[in-house]
């Protein structure tokens, strides 16, 4: 079993950036790729961004291509999510999720475990 848990969700203006954290335990070393996925009021769960175990190979949704970027500290089992230039429509809640296969990519069932979420919103 993996345990994840997100934290550094809030409030910010349109603009603005947030860093967002995943930490896991448990059995971390059988996760290859390690995802987030964020859904909004009224729609289905959407993928943001992924990356495999080595941090070699990174994914990212059209919309958020070159404002967010995902990264991985290995030693402290942390997955980030660095948020930059952040637009009223990436108010969502954000979900870490990670997955031991190396076919786990943009659908969100291709994923085991995943954190309980937290609370973005981008306000004008």
């Known amino acids: 079993q993996v345990q994840l848990a997100e934290s550094g969700g809030g409030l910010v203006q349109a603009g603005g950036s947030l860093s967002l954290s995943c930490a896991a335990s448990?059995?971390?070393?059988?996760?290859?790729?390690w995802g987030w996925f964020r859904q909004a009021p009224g729609k289905e769960r959407e993928f943001v961004a992924a990356?495999?175990?080595?941090?070699?190979?990174?994914y990212y949704a059209d919309s958020v291509k070159g404002r967010f970027t995902i990264s991985r500290d290995n030693a402290k089992n942390i997955v980030y999510l660095q948020m930059n230039s952040l637009k009223v429509e990436d108010t969502a809640v954000y979900y870490c999720?990670?997955?031991?296969?190396?076919?786990?990519?943009?659908?969100?069932?291709?994923?085991?475990?995943w954190g309980q979420g937290t609370q973005v919103t981008v306000s004008l």
């Open positions: 999720a990670a997955d031991p296969s190396r076919t786990a990519g943009l659908v969100p069932s291709s994923y085991e475990y």
């Open positions: 448990g059995r971390t070393f059988s996760i290859y790729t």
């Open positions: 990356i495999t175990w080595l941090g070699t190979n990174t």
